[in-house]
């Protein structure tokens, strides 16, 4: 009886669940669709702690409560900009949860001498996926924190090593489903896993970070399913299957959005050999402009459009771009947002900040449709953003992101760069959009900038 | 490979395919509240945390159960949380002038 209502009260929660992916099909009913998510966790969860194994608990409780305390500031208080390392602790949280139910429930089989090998199998893959997972992410994190140089780091062999790493972590599974109770093996995997995970995230620079965060949600998932495999439920199934293919789905959107192929991001560490081949391009003078000069452009335009780049958020200058636009407008000039699918650290990076800004989500535009636009805009104002604009992805085949989809603000009838300094983007190509005539350069930090333009444009 | 067995690889391939159907069609501007959402559901992992840390198998799994819950809740109050708070900030243009006697009224002079 207990057992059929922890059954009907899982499935309740999957039906709740998926409801609340469709609703994230549209931003008017996601935010309900959510809410119906949590009382699905909530019924789970409840519904869980009847089941016949669960004898004490204490333990239950003091988890419970450190994981409230701990989570509470990371959803309230954790900013829009650091939402891509938040993302990657929290999938290191999940992968660590089923890395630790994994072992836990294996020395739980090994003490009863209750080992099957189906079982095995499912607990080495969780484990695997788990371990590899942790690690990765929390490398993610770091990177993405800039405790760790984000710089992609080499090491010759890399490649070998790493393959020679996975080959055996397979071996030891192998091993196990001949070998179910061998606790060393299973011990020696995880390391093993752990360490794959590592070497996987350290080549791995910032531009490709939204690839590698996405894929690690992606692993997170697949971890979870073999949780639901090994133990016999149901719903972590389906919720690691929906978790899994939504990082898959992603990390292949980012890819084609860098026209890169998947083994590409993870085995080509763009930024040691790009410089090789770009200097040649390179031909021209930036100009440089004042805000003085440039405001007073912006305040008798028509069309404006912003590019937002990843500096934007270093900057945190997304408040300060929504008052510039909004000073445009009130000045009778339209402004739009283009929005690069991987402009910034993560899936959507720049559609959130600008959101948590105050920028109506209808004037964020995808590249697809805002690149029509150009053409007739009379000033483009490109801030923090650079291998997303170059034009050298559409023209110079030499070019290391010869192919790359890019936003066509060399099309605009004038374009307004913003940017720190005279440095070139993070796959160290030149960009000939900076050096083209109609391209006028304000060197500064965005965030001052954008707040000078703001005032000017006011008083123009 | 049993009955059960069977059935759960019946469920994970189903799931797979409703979840592909679903998570396809939604647009860019949603991503990363996309990715949250799916941070904070998969803390159902906590159902299977919560088992370890109840079930009094030995010091070593309630030690590992209780990390288990603590992360998985984590994820869960946080990742929910972010997600409305993400969602939140999604707005439309307001409409300057929603008096309806302008929009329709010679729309159906042909």
């Given at each position: 009886m207990t057992e059929t209502v922890i059954q009907v009260a899982y499935l309740i929660a999957a039906f709740l669940f998926i409801t609340a992916l469709r609703a994230l099909g549209r931003p008017d009913s996601a935010r309900r669709g959510m809410q119906l998510a949590a009382f699905g966790m909530a019924v789970a969860v409840v519904a869980t702690l009847l089941q016949a194994r669960i004898v004490t608990f204490e333990w239950i409780a003091v988890g419970a409560v450190v994981g409230s305390v701990a989570g509470y500031p990371l959803g309230r208080w954790v900013p829009m900009t650091a939402m891509p390392q938040r993302i990657a602790l929290s999938h290191a949280l999940g992968a660590l949860a089923a890395t630790l139910v994994g072992v836990g429930e294996y020395s739980h089989d090994i003490a009863l001498a209750a080992m099957t090998r189906s079982h095995v199998l499912a607990l080495s893959f969780e484990v695997l996926l788990g371990s590899l997972t942790v690690t990765g992410s929390a490398m993610a994190f770091g990177k993405l924190q800039e405790i760790l140089p984000g710089r992609p780091v080499t090491f010759p062999y890399q490649n070998i090593v790493n393959l020679v790493l996975v080959a055996t972590?397979?071996?030891?599974?192998?091993?196990?489903?001949?070998?179910?109770?061998?606790?060393?093996?299973?011990?020696?995997?995880?390391?093993?896993?752990?360490?794959?995970?590592?070497?996987?995230?350290?080549?791995?620079?910032?531009?490709?970070?939204?690839?590698?965060?996405?894929?690690?949600?992606?692993?997170?998932?697949?971890?979870?399913?073999?949780?639901?495999?090994?133990?016999?439920?149901?719903?972590?199934?389906?919720?690691?299957?929906?978790?899994?293919?939504?990082?898959?789905?992603?990390?292949?959107?980012?890819?084609?959005?860098?026209?890169?192929?998947?083994?590409?991001?993870?085995?080509?560490?763009?930024?040691?050999?790009?410089?090789?081949?770009?200097?040649?391009?390179?031909?021209?003078?930036?100009?440089?402009?004042?805000?003085?000069?440039?405001?007073?452009?912006?305040?008798?335009?028509?069309?404006?459009?912003?590019?937002?780049?990843?500096?934007?958020?270093?900057?945190?200058?997304?408040?300060?771009?929504?008052?510039?636009?909004?000073?445009?407008?009130?000045?009778?000039?339209?402004?739009?947002?283009?929005?690069?699918?991987?402009?910034?650290?993560?899936?959507?990076?720049?559609?959130v900040l600008l959101a948590e800004a105050g920028v109506p989500y209808d004037k964020l535009v995808d590249m697809d449709e805002i690149n029509e636009r150009f053409a007739d805009t009379d000033v483009a104002v490109v801030v923090g953003a650079n291998d997303v604009v170059n034009p050298a992805a559409r023209t110079d085949r030499a070019s290391p992101i010869y192919g790359m989809p890019i936003l066509k603000v060399v099309d605009a009838k004038s374009v307004l760069v913003l940017k720190r300094g005279r440095g070139k983007g993070f796959s160290g190509v030149d960009n000939g959009l900076f050096v083209d005539p109609k391209t006028s350069m304000l060197f500064g930090d965005a965030r001052q900038s954008l707040l000078d333009l703001g005032a000017e444009v006011k008083s123009a | 490979m049993n009955a059960t067995q069977t059935i759960q690889l019946f469920v994970f391939l189903l799931a797979g395919f409703v979840g592909f159907q679903t998570i396809s069609r939604i647009p860019p501007l949603l991503h990363t509240p996309l990715m949250a959402a799916t941070n904070a559901i998969s803390g159902i992992s906590l159902v299977a945390s919560l088992v370890l840390a109840g079930s009094a198998a030995g010091q070593l799994a309630t030690v590992l159960g209780t990390i288990a819950v603590a992360c998985a809740m984590a994820n869960i109050v946080g990742g929910f949380l972010i997600t409305d708070r993400m969602l939140a900030m999604f707005k439309r243009t307001p409409l300057p002038d929603t008096n309806p006697a302008h929009t329709t009224g010679a729309s159906h002079h042909d």
């Open positions: 972590a397979l071996g030891c599974l192998g091993w196990l489903i001949a070998y179910p109770m061998d606790a060393r093996v299973f011990v020696s995997m995880i390391g093993i896993a752990a360490l794959v995970g590592v070497l996987f995230v350290l080549p791995i620079g910032g531009a490709d970070m939204p690839v590698v965060v996405s894929l690690l949600n992606s692993y997170a998932g697949l971890a979870a399913v073999a949780t639901g495999f090994a133990i016999d439920n149901n719903i972590l199934i389906i919720v690691g299957a929906l978790d899994g293919l939504s990082g898959l789905i992603l990390s292949l959107a980012m890819s084609k959005a860098m026209n890169r192929s998947f083994t590409n991001v993870l085995f080509g560490a763009f930024g040691a050999e790009a410089s090789v081949a770009s200097d040649v391009a390179a031909g021209g003078e930036m100009s440089e402009t004042t805000a003085e000069n440039a405001a007073l452009r912006l305040a008798y335009a028509e069309r404006v459009i912003m590019v937002p780049g990843y500096g934007l958020a270093v900057s945190q200058a997304q408040h300060q771009m929504r008052e510039l636009g909004e000073s445009i407008q009130k000045r009778g000039g339209e402004v739009r947002y283009a929005i690069h699918p991987v402009a910034g650290r993560m899936p959507g990076h720049m559609n | -």
